[in-house]
C-alpha cells in the first residue's frame, strides 16, 4: 500500500493527517502549565492577605494596650474622672 500499512485489527484508509487533532498530551501539559500559574498566584494572595491581617492584629493589640496603660495610670494617680454636668438649671 502507498499510505502504510495497517496495523492487525485496523480496517479501511489512514487517517488524513490535515484534520488531526493535537495530542492529548500537549492539551494535558498546557492544561497543567495554567494550572501551576493559578496555584502560583493563589498562594501569592493567601500570603499578601496574611501579611495584612498580621499588620492589622499587631496595630489593633498596639492601640488596646495604649489604652489600657492610660487607664491604669489614671487609675494610680486616684484621680476620679470628671465628667462635665449636664444639667440645666430650672
Not at 480496517?11 to 494550572?35: C, L
Not at 501551576?36 to 498596639?62: N, P, Q
Not at 494596650?65 to 470628671?82: C, M, N
Request: no cysteine; glycine share 6%.
Amino acid at each position: 500500500m502507498a499510505g502504510g500499512s495497517l496495523e492487525p485489527g485496523q480496517t479501511g484508509a489512514a487517517p488524513n493527517q490535515r484534520k488531526r487533532k493535537a495530542p492529548a498530551s500537549a492539551a494535558a501539559a498546557e492544561d497543567d502549565a495554567e494550572a501551576e500559574e493559578l496555584e502560583r498566584e493563589v498562594a501569592d494572595l493567601d500570603r499578601r492577605i496574611l501579611e495584612h491581617l498580621r499588620g492589622t492584629a499587631t496595630r489593633l493589640s498596639d492601640a488596646v494596650a495604649s489604652r489600657v496603660a492610660a487607664l491604669r495610670s489614671l487609675d494610680r494617680l486616684g484621680t476620679p474622672l470628671s465628667l462635665p454636668s449636664y444639667r440645666t438649671r430650672v
